[in-house]
């Protein structure tokens, strides 16, 4: 099964997001995982990905200045990692700040994007440096080291 068969990606209110934080522990650790649990409590946009109605990934959204966008995690559970859950919900996110005017998008990127290089194309995914750099995404296409 792929991740688009049976995906689906929706907001998550402040009060169900304690349910997402098993696949913070899946997927983080030490200081990212307590990080992330603050985040997801206390920021202004989270999406999950949702499939067979059970959340299996999410992204974590905030707009900084007016047209600047911040995706501070993106997290998969194990069970449906390399299915390409992670790119559905980086490709919703840009989606999602090009439609509220959003020129620039910032993210801390880590395992879930691996080892990407920034390149311009015209593919329309979004890619980043290094799995611990902090930088513009950029439409591109992300290929592995």
């Known amino acids: 099964m792929t991740a688009k068969e049976d995906v689906v990606i929706r907001d998550v209110p402040a009060r169900e997001r304690a349910g997402l934080e098993w696949i913070l522990e899946e997927s983080f650790e030490g200081w990212y ?22 959340p299996v990934g999410l992204v974590m959204l905030k707009t900084l200045e007016g047209n600047v966008g911040y995706v ?4 998969v559970a194990k069970t449906s990692r390399k299915k390409g859950i992670g790119k ?16 620039e998008i910032f993210a801390r990127t880590m395992n ?3 080892h990407c290089l920034r390149r311009k194309g015209s593919h ?11 930088g513009v995404f950029t439409r591109s296409t992300c290929t592995e080291q």
């Open 72 to 75: 501070y995690y993106i997290a």
């Open 88 to 103: 559905l919900l980086l490709d919703d996110a840009l989606r999602i700040f090009s439609a509220s005017g959003v020129k």
């Open 124 to 134: 329309g995914r979004a890619s980043a440096k290094s799995p611990r750099d902090m």
């Open 33 to 54: 995982l307590m990080h992330s649990r603050r985040t997801l409590r206390d920021i202004e946009l989270v999406r999950a990905a949702v499939s067979s109605g059970k």
């Open 112 to 114: 879930p994007l691996k």
